[in-house]
């Protein structure tokens, strides 16, 4: 009888949900990939993904370690999962039974006269305290899987805060990677430098040693003496960057400076660029971080339409009290103070002027949102791996020009200095070709450290790589 009567109850409700409009379906293909990098190398090669950055760099290891440990942006992107796994445990407690329990004191004072002859005649009492304890407990059955899709739209987003932090951490990466290459090549183009100024200044002494023997003008020494001072121009223009360096891995870190500097003064391998690995574009899909996260996205606001669209159906609510009721503190205990409730209820949209229609159109309009976000996330890491390996080919192809143009001009100086010794060259030929070969090592460290630089934007185009080593984002 009971049952019957709810139906009847909640068959208008039912009734007036299949006669609205339904969520409307929202197409999701997926982006069609090309078969192959444009400028992908050979397929052949086997480098691993890891070799592109420093790891076998000390200064790299000891900041990106430190950066795991105490970096704020590692940080803020570990509470974000934990906000979105608190969120997640609400969705699937909103699933679970309510059980609430309170208790009362009241006092009523009424008309007694209103009672007529009892009341006069005091068998109704004026004053009238109550003592009462209830537990209570209330239940969505969730008929019609609303707060199931709003549990999978939540654990949708802990995959979206995760595959976000993973961004971070590989971004975070990148950059210590980029500054310490950065470093290094201060370190190369400062030896180069180096080598230049010793260069001149061997050149300025064997002029004057001329000048004195009255065989060479005191000009050539002069010119000679100059071209020193350039390489001591040269070499303090690089203190400059080093203080940027330092101040960028600070903030990066979360170290101090000292600390940052004692890291980079651990010696460092030889700038060597590695070959760059083959990869398919379709891996894109599964290593990139933000690809992870606009997928996650899109499956949130699956779900939020899902959980929209059933909020047309009516909801049904369970509920139970249980308690304790007495007039007297000292009949509180008594079995007859024993109190109880058992109820069903069904409540729904029958007449709400479009309110539902709206959210679920808002939902909708999230969902070709997300979906829009996911195609650009594809296209946006498709179109950095296609950079990142033409760049790397065109640094390689600038490095390689780089070393033979510095090895070439090295031996022209190295030869005019022979030939003005043997007394068949003029000042002005060494001269000329010690300055055409200065800046020629810094310029070939400079496209050494650019090489090595487009090998750390090709390993985060492709998805980076989570070493084993590395420390986890959360402790959750």
Do not use: H
């Amino acid at each position: 009888m009971r049952s019957t009567v709810l139906l009847a109850a909640a068959a208008p409700l039912l009734l007036g949900a299949c006669a609205m409009q339904p969520a409307p379906e929202i197409a999701t293909p997926a982006p069609d990939l090309p078969a192959a990098f444009f400028f992908a190398p050979d397929a052949s090669a086997r480098t691993a993904l890891s070799a592109l950055m420093p790891v076998d760099d000390g200064g790299y290891r000891a900041l990106s370690d430190a950066a795991l440990a105490s970096a704020p942006s590692l940080a803020e992107a570990a509470a974000r999962i934990d906000a979105a796994r608190a969120g997640a445990r609400r969705a699937g407690a909103e699933r679970l039974p309510n059980i609430t329990a309170d208790g009362d004191v009241t006092r009523n004072r009424i008309n007694t006269a209103q009672f007529g002859a009892a009341g006069q005649q005091g068998f109704i009492p004026e004053e009238q305290t109550s003592y009462g304890a209830n537990i209570v407990a209330s239940w969505d059955p969730d008929v019609f899987g609303r707060l199931k899709a709003q549990e999978r739209a939540a654990l949708a987003r802990i995959d979206a805060a995760s595959a976000q932090a993973q961004g971070v951490r590989l971004a975070l990466l990148a950059e210590i990677a980029a500054s310490v290459t950065d470093w290094r090549v201060l370190d190369a183009r400062a030896a180069a430098i180096e080598a230049d100024a010793a260069a001149a200044t061997q050149l300025a002494g064997l002029a004057k040693v001329r000048e004195d023997a009255g065989i060479a003008p005191g000009f050539d020494r002069v010119r000679a003496e100059a071209t020193a001072s350039s390489s001591a121009v040269r070499r303090a223009a690089l203190e400059s960057e080093r203080a940027r360096l330092i101040g960028r891995l600070v903030t990066l870190t979360g170290q101090n400076a000292a600390s940052v500097r004692t890291a980079l003064a651990t010696p460092a391998p030889t700038l060597a660029p590695a070959a760059a690995p083959a990869a398919l574009p379709s891996e894109l899909l599964a290593n990139r971080p933000d690809v992870a996260a606009a997928a996650a996205n899109l499956a949130a606001s699956d779900a939020d339409l899902a959980a929209a669209a059933r909020a047309r159906f009516p909801r049904i609510t369970l509920s139970g009290v249980i308690g304790l009721l007495a007039f007297d503190p000292e009949d509180f205990f008594d079995t007859d103070s024993l109190v109880g409730t058992l109820a069903a209820a069904v409540a729904g949209p029958l007449l709400d002027f479009g309110r539902v229609g709206a959210g679920i159109d808002a939902a909708a309009a999230d969902k070709r949102a997300a979906f829009a976000a996911y195609r650009g996330a594809v296209f946006q890491a498709l179109g950095d791996a296609e950079a990142a390996y033409g760049v790397v080919a065109a640094a390689d192809k600038e490095a390689l020009l780089s070393v033979n143009e510095r090895d070439q001009l090295t031996r022209a100086a190295s030869l005019a200095d022979t030939r003005y010794r043997a007394g068949l060259a003029s000042f002005l030929e060494v001269l000329e070709a010690r300055r055409a070969a200065d800046a020629s090592g810094e310029r070939a460290a400079a496209a050494l450290g650019r090489a090595s630089r487009a090998r750390i934007l090709l390993w985060q185009a492709l998805g980076g790589e989570v070493m084993a080593s590395a420390a986890p984002l959360d402790q959750g």
